[in-house]
């Protein structure tokens, strides 16, 4: 894809990483790492820092941290950058310890929104954080970038706020809250911070940097693409542009026939039941001022169509209105998909408080993708590529007590690309990297590999992913680029794959032999998301990934199997899984190795019947699955299926006041929650009692029985009520043993019968 986009609208309407003048503190050259403390500056030779970073995360110095990425890069802008990492934020005193920045604080909550950070999708406490050493919970707030802002601005009270990451991102409308239960006011309001970057912001940032620098006052840099900010009424900075009113949807009512103009007034007073005469006295239609109804042609600069996108701002539906009105929330919701492709998205702007509070929270169109030199730009910058000396053990070491899990996880993988353009309802890329993909060169990627081999201490020669949000998009794109910029679907690839998209993997398959023929390198893994209906349409990719990238397990996420959720997903049917998997089971066997797809599905989603869960775990049992790691839906800020799971609407149909509205069925409450959970966990003899019960209720007693063609048994083995997750400490514990050897059966309570077979499962 990058070769066209390199031609295209993007590359011809943003000025490039490279091209500013680098600030005045670049003589003090690359830090080994951002300092985290006033000794690290001292060390550099620094008396105060420009620009200090906060975020939710321990500090590790890698490009797959958002936070090392931006500091990295606003250093070689030749700014002074320092990190505050997870600080406590009981009071403003730990937001000093770098002293006062010279021109602003930079605010994120970390590589996840805090809420999704710290909650399961029931609503419960994690214990574990895996972005913290030791893998601990607790270290950062809930809405950390919320109290980050606060204890900033309490600070130092006079420094410019720039808010940044995927919290942010997902937050920058008013937008339903799961964890509260009710729409919350747009991030930009609740933070208080001058600026808000959304999705990936080097491209906005790095212009912010400079301009704050030269002294320009924060409140009058309204400009930059991908950013949010509170404008007050009566700011002349909007001067100018043309508002288009968008805070309603159409409503049906009585429409008045026109008027025929080839009748006589009295033909068309008879025409209504009325008269012209005098004597009964005239009606409107006998008045002669009273014309036909005339159509205007519009004229050539007319029309919504025809107005300068870079001047037009739709106005959405209030936070009050959305608040209280679910349908206007699903209307604003679709609005601010559908103006979502940087080549012709316009400005949004909604309304926040009335009377003395009354302000509009402005949102400009999205960032400029980076071209692929800006991508090796950002890339190639002197990463560590571990994290802070300060969280090493007494050995010196990180993979002991205070091991980052995440840091553990992306260890030895490099990342290849940006952007996903499948259009996910339940996911958050769409919302904050977006659908266009950004690729790095092929010299790059082995820079880093080959870094990877030289440098990072416990190497052993297994790369474990080459990858980025979904495996195989390294390179597609659309065919044209006029198309791309003027393309306003949500995905590429549902309901099926478009025309004008590029399935060509021929690049994707030369880094991947180019990387595994390094010198040291004995094997490339792919951990990322596969999208397998891409990869189909290449037969010579699935052979190269099978014999040569897979580790015996390859996980993949057909998400469900029935058309009903699949469609409020978008996703593919699942004839494409399983046309993946004969090719996979093919090259498997061609290739004299035993391998296995791990598929993952969601439960709950909305659009998800019982019934359609019933078939999942139907299916599951007749393929052999038994899925230990179990998702449950979990409704993301600003998600197209949040807005489903809040509304009871559809988005992607349009939506309306009366029946033309699809309503969309919603898994609520924690029973038929885990129901659809207990589905997909049909093995698990914890859950038989309750998929009896729904089974009945549904008359599908026929599955129930102690056949193979039977979904669940009818005996019940004495069971601990304990659920092993995945995750070890958010597993539930046991309410009892389980006495071995003796199973009761469902119906009587007492042990099996001799001879029967008792087994759970």
């Not at 050897?741 to 007492?750: A, E, I, K, S």
């Given at each position: 894809?990058?070769?066209?986009?390199?031609?295209?609208?993007?590359?011809?309407?943003?000025?490039?990483?490279?091209?500013?003048?680098?600030?005045?503190?670049?003589?003090?050259?690359?830090?080994?790492?951002?300092?985290?403390?006033?000794?690290?500056?001292?060390?550099?030779?620094?008396?105060?820092?420009?620009?200090?970073?906060?975020?939710?995360?321990?500090?590790?110095?890698?490009?797959?941290?958002?936070?090392?990425?931006?500091?990295?890069?606003?250093?070689?802008?030749?700014?002074?950058?320092?990190?505050?990492?997870?600080?406590?934020?009981?009071?403003?005193?730990?937001?000093?310890?770098?002293?006062?920045?010279?021109?602003?604080?930079?605010?994120?909550?970390?590589?996840?929104?805090?809420?999704?950070?710290?909650?399961?999708?029931?609503?419960?406490?994690?214990?574990?954080?895996?972005?913290?050493?030791?893998?601990?919970?607790?270290?950062?707030?809930?809405?950390?970038?919320?109290?980050?802002?606060?204890?900033?601005?309490?600070?130092?009270?006079?420094?410019?706020?720039?808010?940044?990451?995927?919290?942010?991102?997902?937050?920058?409308?008013?937008?339903?809250?799961?964890?509260?239960?009710?729409?919350?006011?747009?991030?930009?309001?609740?933070?208080?911070?001058?600026?808000?970057?959304?999705?990936?912001?080097?491209?906005?940032?790095?212009?912010?940097?400079?301009?704050?620098?030269?002294?320009?006052?924060?409140?009058?840099?309204?400009?930059?693409?991908?950013?949010?900010?509170?404008?007050?009424?009566?700011?002349?900075?909007?001067?100018?542009?043309?508002?288009?009113?968008?805070?309603?949807?159409?409503?049906?009512?009585?429409?008045?026939?026109?008027?025929?103009?080839?009748?006589?007034?009295?033909?068309?007073?008879?025409?209504?039941?009325?008269?012209?005469?005098?004597?009964?006295?005239?009606?409107?239609?006998?008045?002669?001022?009273?014309?036909?109804?005339?159509?205007?042609?519009?004229?050539?600069?007319?029309?919504?169509?025809?107005?300068?996108?870079?001047?037009?701002?739709?106005?959405?539906?209030?936070?009050?209105?959305?608040?209280?009105?679910?349908?206007?929330?699903?209307?604003?919701?679709?609005?601010?998909?559908?103006?979502?492709?940087?080549?012709?998205?316009?400005?949004?702007?909604?309304?926040?408080?009335?009377?003395?509070?009354?302000?509009?929270?402005?949102?400009?169109?999205?960032?400029?993708?980076?071209?692929?030199?800006?991508?090796?730009?950002?890339?190639?910058?002197?990463?560590?590529?571990?994290?802070?000396?300060?969280?090493?053990?007494?050995?010196?070491?990180?993979?002991?007590?205070?091991?980052?899990?995440?840091?553990?996880?992306?260890?030895?993988?490099?990342?290849?690309?940006?952007?996903?353009?499948?259009?996910?309802?339940?996911?958050?890329?769409?919302?904050?990297?977006?659908?266009?993909?950004?690729?790095?060169?092929e010299d790059s990627i082995i820079r880093e590999v080959e870094e990877m081999r030289d440098k990072v201490v416990g190497f052993t020669g297994v790369v474990s992913d080459l990858g980025g949000p979904t495996a195989?998009?390294?390179?597609?794109?659309?065919?044209?680029?006029?198309?791309?910029?003027?393309?306003?679907?949500?995905?590429?690839?549902?309901?099926?794959?478009?025309?004008?998209?590029?399935?060509?993997?021929?690049?994707?398959?030369?880094?991947?032999?180019?990387?595994?023929?390094?010198?040291?390198?004995?094997?490339?893994?792919?951990?990322?998301?596969?999208?397998?209906?891409?990869?189909?349409?290449?037969?010579?990719?699935?052979?190269?990934?099978?014999?040569?990238?897979?580790?015996?397990?390859?996980?993949?996420?057909?998400?469900?199997?029935?058309?009903?959720?699949?469609?409020?997903?978008?996703?593919?049917?699942?004839?494409?899984?399983?046309?993946?998997?004969?090719?996979?089971?093919?090259?498997?066997?061609?290739?004299?190795?035993?391998?296995?797809?791990?598929?993952?599905?969601?439960?709950?989603?909305?659009?998800?019947?019982?019934?359609?869960?019933?078939?999942?775990?139907?299916?599951?049992?007749?393929?052999?699955?038994?899925?230990?790691?179990?998702?449950?839906?979990?409704?993301?800020?600003?998600?197209?299926?949040?807005?489903?799971?809040?509304?009871?609407?559809?988005?992607?149909?349009?939506?309306?006041?009366?029946?033309?509205?699809?309503?969309?069925?919603?898994?609520?409450?924690?029973?038929?929650?885990?129901?659809?959970?207990?589905?997909?966990?049909?093995?698990?003899?914890?859950?038989?009692?309750?998929?009896?019960?729904?089974?009945?209720?549904?008359g599908r007693a026929d599955l129930i029985g102690n056949g193979k063609h039977h979904l669940i048994p009818t005996f019940q083995p004495v069971t601990d009520g304990g659920y092993q997750s995945a995750r070890r400490?958010?597993?539930?514990?046991?309410?009892?043993?389980?006495?071995?050897?003796?199973?009761?059966?469902?119906?009587?309570?007492?042990?099996?019968?001799?001879?029967?077979?008792?087994?759970?499962?």
């Open positions: 894809m990058n070769a066209p986009i390199d031609v295209s609208f993007f590359a011809r309407n943003a000025k490039p990483l490279t091209s500013y003048r680098p600030y005045w503190a670049k003589r003090f050259g690359t830090a080994p790492f951002l300092p985290m403390s006033r000794a690290e500056m001292e060390q550099l030779g620094w008396d105060s820092c420009d620009i200090v970073l906060v975020t939710g995360d321990a500090y590790v110095d890698h490009p797959s941290f958002g936070m090392a990425v931006i500091g990295r890069v606003l250093e070689a802008q030749g700014f002074r950058v320092g990190i505050i990492a997870q600080p406590d934020w009981q009071s403003a005193e730990p937001f000093k310890v770098l002293g006062k920045p010279n021109l602003f604080w930079g605010v994120t909550a970390g590589n996840m929104d805090s809420m999704i950070n710290r909650y399961t999708a029931d609503r419960k406490i994690r214990s574990d954080d895996a972005y913290t050493p030791g893998d601990v919970g607790g270290k950062r707030p809930d809405r950390a970038a919320i109290v980050y802002s606060q204890r900033c601005r309490e600070a130092y009270k006079d420094v410019p706020i720039v808010l940044g990451g995927i919290e942010g991102s997902l937050r920058r409308i008013a937008h339903y809250d799961y964890w509260s239960d009710k729409v919350r006011r747009s991030i930009v309001v609740d933070a208080k911070c001058d600026l808000l970057l959304y999705g990936n912001a080097e491209r906005a940032l790095v212009e912010v940097a400079h301009r704050i620098a030269a002294r320009e006052p924060v409140e009058q840099i309204t400009d930059v693409r991908g950013t949010a900010f509170v404008r007050r009424p009566g700011d002349q900075t909007a001067d100018g542009w043309i508002e288009l009113d968008s805070t309603e949807v159409d409503q049906p009512g009585h429409v008045e026939d026109h008027i025929n103009p080839y009748q006589t007034t009295s033909e068309q007073a008879q025409a209504r039941g009325q008269s012209c005469s005098k004597e009964e006295g005239a009606t409107p239609e006998c008045d002669p001022q009273v014309r036909p109804i005339t159509i205007h042609r519009p004229q050539a600069t007319g029309g919504v169509a025809r107005l300068p996108r870079d001047r037009t701002v739709i106005r959405l539906p209030s936070y009050e209105q959305v608040r209280s009105d679910a349908v206007l929330y699903a209307h604003a919701n679709r609005v601010l998909h559908l103006e979502t492709n940087p080549g012709n998205a316009r400005a949004l702007v909604q309304a926040h408080g009335e009377g003395t509070t009354a302000r509009d929270v402005w949102i400009n169109p999205p960032p400029i993708p980076l071209t692929t030199a800006e991508m090796d730009y950002v890339f190639d910058l002197p990463y560590a590529r571990g994290p802070h000396p300060a969280y090493a053990d007494e050995h010196g070491r990180h993979d002991g007590a205070t091991k980052i899990p995440a840091w553990e996880m992306i260890r030895f993988s490099v990342n290849i690309m940006r952007g996903c353009f499948g259009g996910c309802t339940f996911c958050s890329i769409t919302e904050h990297e977006g659908r266009i993909i950004q690729s790095r060169s195989n998009m390294y390179r597609l794109g659309c065919r044209s680029p006029a198309i791309e910029a003027a393309c306003r679907k949500p995905s590429c690839v549902y309901p099926g794959i478009c025309q004008n998209l590029t399935t060509n993997h021929d690049p994707l398959i030369r880094i991947y032999r180019r990387a595994r023929a390094l010198k040291g390198i004995k094997k490339i893994l792919i951990g990322s998301g596969l999208r397998y209906d891409l990869a189909v349409k290449s037969p010579e990719y699935v052979k190269e990934l099978v014999q040569h990238h897979v580790g015996g397990y390859l996980k993949i996420a057909p998400e469900h199997t029935e058309s009903g959720p699949l469609s409020k997903m978008m996703k593919p049917g699942i004839g494409s899984y399983d046309r993946f998997k004969a090719m996979f089971e093919k090259y498997s066997e061609e290739a004299g190795k035993k391998q296995f797809l791990i598929p993952y599905f969601i439960a709950a989603h909305p659009g998800t019947s019982d019934e359609d869960m019933m078939n999942l775990a139907l299916w599951l049992k007749k393929n052999g699955f038994r899925a230990d790691q179990v998702q449950t839906f979990y409704p993301s800020p600003m998600a197209t299926a949040t807005a489903m799971y809040h509304t009871s609407l559809n988005p992607l149909k349009g939506v309306h006041r009366d029946e033309r509205a699809e309503r969309v069925d919603i898994v609520r409450g924690e029973k038929r929650r885990r129901l659809h959970k207990a589905f997909l966990r049909y093995h698990d003899p914890n859950n038989w009692p309750l998929l009896r019960e729904a089974l009945k209720t549904m400490k958010n597993s539930t514990p046991g309410g009892r043993a389980l006495v071995k050897g003796r199973m009761l059966t469902q119906h009587t309570g007492l042990p099996p019968r001799p001879g029967t077979k008792g087994k759970g499962g």
